[in-house]
């Protein structure tokens, strides 16, 4: 059972580079949504969705794109990297019923110098 | 203001004996829901516990409960026997619905407790 997958694990970035974090479910879930974890803080939402084709913003939305073309991928746009987005992301995923829990990838370790 | 507080930064225990985590929240929603998840050294996410806010009775699963006073607004993790696999980073969570807005999606952490048991 993959459940959601995160690629890639680790990045490097320098500041200005663009990357695109992909992340993908096979659990045929609705609500798919990305977060961030800085050091010594729990995870804060940047962007959700409820269905492909629908996105919103989250608690941090600055300096992030988000598309869902598509109910099995979530993929997370940085346009422009800095510094200040070094950080852990989770993609996660949910579906309607059974509380809404929430499936989480394995994170993707981001650096930005 | 805080949505989700979790006043133990660090908590101890001995192996096999039960552990208490703190977790208040904060709230005008009727409806909503309150998670713990676990994350060890290892990074991952791993859910553990869910509680309803209409739900009559605490939840439970396996060695974990959560103490759901909702009056006080509380939602505490109980952790009973520990093991030495338990030693990781707790964090509580709520799900809540914004004004004209669905709740579903969206997830409000706390900081975290780091918890350890000790041999």
């Known amino acids: 059972n993959a459940g959601v997958t995160q690629t890639p694990k680790f990045q490097v970035l320098k500041t200005g580079q663009s990357m695109t974090l992909q992340c993908a479910q096979d659990?045929?879930?609705?609500?798919m949504s990305w977060y961030r974890q800085d050091p010594g803080m729990g995870l804060r939402l940047i962007h959700y969705?409820?269905?492909?084709?629908?996105?919103d913003q989250g608690e941090v939305p600055n300096g992030y794109n988000v598309s869902r073309s598509t109910t099995e991928d979530f993929p997370l746009r940085l346009l422009s990297a800095a510094p200040s987005q070094t950080s852990v992301y989770f993609c996660?995923?949910?579906?309607?019923?059974?509380?809404?829990?929430?499936?989480f990838g394995a994170g993707t370790r981001l650096s930005v110098l | 203001a805080q949505k989700i507080t979790q006043t133990q930064p660090g908590m101890f225990v001995q192996e096999k004996e039960a552990v208490t985590l703190d977790c208040t929240y904060d709230?005008?929603?009727?409806?909503?829901?309150l998670f713990w998840y676990k994350q060890p050294s290892s990074g991952e996410m791993i859910f553990l516990i869910y509680?309803?806010?209409?739900?009559?009775q605490n939840a439970t699963e396996g060695r974990y409960s959560l103490n759901f006073q909702k009056a006080r607004k509380s939602a505490n993790l109980v952790i009973s026997a520990s093991q030495l696999g338990d030693s990781a980073m707790y964090f509580c969570?709520?799900?809540?619905?914004?004004?004209?807005?669905?709740?579903?999606?969206?997830?409000?952490f706390g900081q975290g407790t780091i918890l350890t048991v000790h041999p």
């Open positions: 996660a995923s949910s579906y309607s019923g059974g509380g809404n829990i929430q499936y």
């Open positions: 659990m045929n879930h609705e609500y």
């Open positions: 969705s409820v269905g492909a084709g629908i996105t």
């Open positions: 709230t005008s929603d009727p409806s909503y829901g």
């Open positions: 509680q309803g806010s209409y739900d009559q």
């Open positions: 969570a709520m799900r809540e619905a914004y004004a004209g807005g669905t709740s579903y999606g969206k997830l409000t």
